[in-house]
């Protein structure tokens, strides 16, 4: 049973930052692209951030230049360093496998963490 656990979410103001981490634990976390994405109500889920196995990462438009994802596979987690943060990054945080990085293509999955709240605002 795959398990993602999302942590380091909060309020922030325009222009902070935060820095969200995802453990992983029952899936062969080693072999996949993960990635983050996140959900405001009404929405559709959004992949914003993928990286490779090797540590290619790619970014959606919106959040390049501003986020950086990483991770240690040795800890089996994933990270997102989020800056310059803006309203309307407002939203839930998943971490979760990607179907591809390049280009930032999203998987269809049955299992999802709780996610991590962002919100930005002052």
């Known amino acids: 049973q795959v398990q993602y656990v999302e942590s380091g979410g909060g309020l922030v103001q325009p222009g902070g930052s935060l820095r969200l981490s995802c453990a992983a634990s029952?899936?062969?976390?080693?072999?996949?692209?993960m990635g983050w994405y996140r959900q405001t109500p009404g929405k559709q889920r959004e992949l914003v951030a993928g990286?490779?196995?090797?540590?290619?990462?790619n970014y959606a438009d919106s959040v390049k230049g501003r986020f950086t994802i990483s991770r240690d596979n040795a800890k089996n987690t994933v990270y997102l360093q989020m800056n310059s943060l803006k309203p309307e990054d407002t939203a839930v945080y998943y971490c979760?496998?990607?179907?591809?990085?390049?280009?930032?293509?999203?998987?269809?999955?049955?299992?999802w963490g709780q996610g991590t709240q962002v919100t930005v605002s002052s």
């Open positions: 029952g899936s062969i976390f080693s072999i996949y692209g």
């Open positions: 990286i490779t196995i090797a540590g290619t990462t």
């Open positions: 979760n496998e990607v179907r591809l990085v390049i280009p930032l293509t999203p998987g269809k999955y049955d299992y």
